[in-house]
């Protein structure tokens, strides 16, 4: 099952660290998970901010709340009717970050921050949890969100009872969790609360393994945060070539959680070592990890110089690794790491002009691509084939390095099949993507 290279979402976990206002939100697993109740609940008329509790759904909220919703834009015409869910700060209650479903004409909708700082927006509610990282949601209406809050409750219920014993139950455990798939949230910053308890969760009963398997399973749209271990244990994951790719990647893609890696030399090492990898993907993804040595500084001089020493080293492992790579996706990650380094690309004119990979975010294909060359270039489009015909996606966003980007259409479900991929510049120049295939279920995987 091979993974996307993920230089997006490596990408963005450095400013994200940075930013002290990020407002996370979650789907209704998610929120069942961290909320203490729940209910169906009506704001008081000429008093902002007061409701009534009409139903408990889950847990025993106070009859009447005073909740500060100032954060939330709720949509024009929303009902004053509300589904709530509600934690408890200071010893009152309080809604759960992004815990709130409004209704608008019978339909439901959620929130997300899409400014930050900022407060929460009111997007449509579709079906659940995959609206968060698919494209092409229509919002749906109460009865079917009823339907789908009493499925996340039956799923968190189901995790509490397999928690017992993770590693007897990690079939079950991983089965509670959506498809494994390559596509990512993109606006806001969605966590994957329950999948990210179930990794926790193995990793602490020692099934590293299986917590990567459940990082596989994760489309958050931000990747820190997770508790798997040491890098130096997921390192080791990474370096053991008898595993399967996918698990390795997964292993670096967990190391980034821990915010001190980047200036651990043996971490490192253990990554600049995998340059050398017989796989691609792991070449690629290792490339990607050690080069946020090149974002990383410090006040204080001993850990700069450290730093300094690391940098060097990386440097000149891509020096090595760039004179004979061949693979797209890995002088892709060469060339990105010498960007975010403030490096000139050694010269190489047995090379394409240019190198692209692509991700997936809420329906739209995001293609990226660097200039191994000074050639310049103009986006044309992403075309291909699905299953067999020919196909150019209604949703797509291109970044060329040294060219202008380009976007266009809107966010859409990926149809079921199977997919070949491509993007094409100007000049007739077309940049194989690799495939992709879409299960039945909706869920999309790369195939760099």
């Not at 390559?182 to 193995?202: I, P």
């Not at 299986?210 to 080791?236: C, F, K, N, P």
């Not at 030399?265 to 993804?285: C, F, M, N, Q």
Request: with cysteine.
């Amino acid at each position: 099952m091979p993974r996307a290279l993920l230089v997006l979402a490596l990408l963005s976990l450095v400013g994200a660290r940075a930013e002290a206002k990020m407002m996370e939100h979650f789907d209704l697993a998610g929120l069942v998970l961290r909320s203490d109740a729940i209910a169906i609940a009506e704001r008081t008329p000429g008093k902002p901010s007061h409701y009534r509790v009409v139903k408990a759904l889950r847990g025993k909220p106070p009859a009447a709340l005073d909740l500060d919703d100032s954060l939330y834009d709720f949509p024009a015409k929303a009902d004053a009717r509300v589904y709530v869910f509600l934690t408890t700060h200071e010893g009152a209650p309080y809604i759960m970050p992004s815990g709130i479903r409004a209704i608008v004409d019978g339909k439901v909708w959620r929130f997300e921050q899409w400014n930050n700082p900022g407060g929460w927006t009111a997007v449509r509610q579709g079906a659940d949890p995959s609206d968060q990282w698919r494209g092409g949601a229509t919002a749906i209406d109460v009865a079917e969100f009823e339907r789908e809050l009493a499925a996340a409750i039956a799923r968190v219920d189901a995790f509490t009872a397999a928690s017992a014993d993770p590693v007897k139950h990690r079939a079950q455990l991983l089965a509670l969790l959506p498809p494994a798939g390559d596509a990512r949230a993109q606006g806001g910053f969605y966590v994957d609360e329950l999948g990210r308890r179930v990794q926790t969760l193995l990793a602490k009963a020692g099934d590293l393994d299986g917590a990567l398997l459940a990082v596989m399973h994760d489309h958050s749209g931000i990747e820190y945060g997770r508790e798997l271990g040491t890098a130096a244990q997921l390192g080791a994951v990474a370096a053991d070539a008898s595993r399967p790719a996918a698990i390795r990647v997964a292993a670096m893609r967990a190391i980034t959680s821990d915010y001190t890696f980047f200036n651990d030399a043996s971490t490192i090492r253990a990554l600049v070592a995998l340059y050398a990898d017989a796989s691609p993907l792991v070449r690629a993804a290792a490339i990607v990890t050690s080069s946020q040595v090149f974002d990383w500084s410090s006040s204080d001089p001993a850990d700069q110089k450290k730093s300094g020493v690391l940098r060097g080293e990386v440097r000149g492992a891509l020096a090595k690794t760039y004179a004979k790579e061949t693979a797209n996706l890995v002088l892709h990650a060469i060339a990105d790491a010498y960007e975010r380094g403030h490096l000139r690309l050694p010269e190489r004119r047995d090379l394409p002009a240019f190198a692209a990979t692509v991700a997936i975010a809420r329906g739209y294909l995001q293609v990226d691509v660097v200039c191994l060359r000074g050639t310049k270039a103009r986006p044309v489009k992403v075309s291909g084939t699905h299953d067999g015909a020919p196909w150019t996606p209604a949703g797509f966003n291109i970044t060329v390095h040294c060219g202008d980007g380009l976007g266009g259409g809107a966010d859409v479900a990926l149809a079921p099949g199977t997919y070949t991929l491509a993007v094409e510049l100007s000049g007739n120049q077309t940049i194989p993507l690799g495939g992709m295939f879409v299960d039945a279920s909706g869920e999309a995987q790369l195939a760099p």
